[in-house]
């Protein structure tokens, strides 16, 4: 089945930083990419997807690029502010279900 | 997006005990997916919920101790049965909008003594 890994799982950047997570996935029928981010105390909230006859996506201070051939999809948030912090999951969507990855911890440091 | 409410947002509950919680949507949905989160872990689905017909459960999970009703398009209830200290987690409700998206609930914080 398919399987999908996150990189970093902390990362902390100084305020207006940019800051990059990646995933890789494992199944070639992979066909849609989202990212959730969840604060604490709180469920896991949608801010960008990516299908995979697109090869990036923008969404003012948020990205997401895909890259099919290696399989790996990464997300992109630019001039970082201390409310970006949380924790952030990419998946894949495989066979109906979404596979998620362990999830990266972003601090963003004012 | 669809707006999803679940009660309730936590429980403490003795071991041996069962809950169930409740997830209601502010519009009709084919899809309704319940997932577990461990602590500071990752997403884990539980079972799709099936208007009309039995869940789906994944591998590791099992009706006896997660039974789910689906008794429309916008309801469904997930009971985490017999509990031990080893079923505290979050437990999320999540629904399918079209094709692609899928959104969460706030998610049922349960610690089980």
């Known amino acids: 089945g398919e399987n999908v890994e996150q990189h970093p799982s902390t990362l902390s950047v100084q305020e207006g930083d940019s800051a990059v997570i990646k995933c890789t996935y494992s199944d070639s029928a992979s066909n849609y990419f989202p990212w959730y981010k969840q604060e604490l105390g709180k469920g896991p909230q949608l801010i960008i997807d990516?299908?995979?006859?697109?090869g990036e996506k923008k969404d003012q201070r948020i990205a997401v690029t895909l890259n099919k051939t290696a399989k790996h999809f990464s997300l992109h948030i630019t001039e970082t502010q201390p409310e970006d912090s949380a924790v952030y999951f990419c998946a894949a969507r495989s066979q109906g279900n979404l596979i998620f990855g362990k999830g990266t911890k972003l601090s963003v440091k004012p | 997006s669809a707006v999803i409410s679940q009660k309730p947002s936590r429980d403490i509950c003795q071991r041996g005990t069962s809950l169930t919680i409740q997830c209601q949507v502010d519009?009709?949905?084919?899809?309704m997916f319940w997932y577990r989160q461990q602590p500071g872990q990752s997403l884990t689905l539980i079972a799709t919920a099936n208007q009309g017909s039995e869940a789906t459960y994944e591998s590791g999970f099992v009706i006896d101790k997660f039974p789910i009703s689906r008794p429309n398009l916008t309801f469904s209830t997930l009971t985490v049965s017999n509990m031990s200290p080893e079923d505290s987690s979050i437990y999320l409700c999540s629904v399918g909008a079209g094709p692609y998206e899928q959104y969460f609930g706030p998610g049922t914080r349960l610690t089980v003594t």
């Open positions: 990516i299908r995979s006859n697109v």
């Open positions: 519009s009709q949905v084919t899809m």
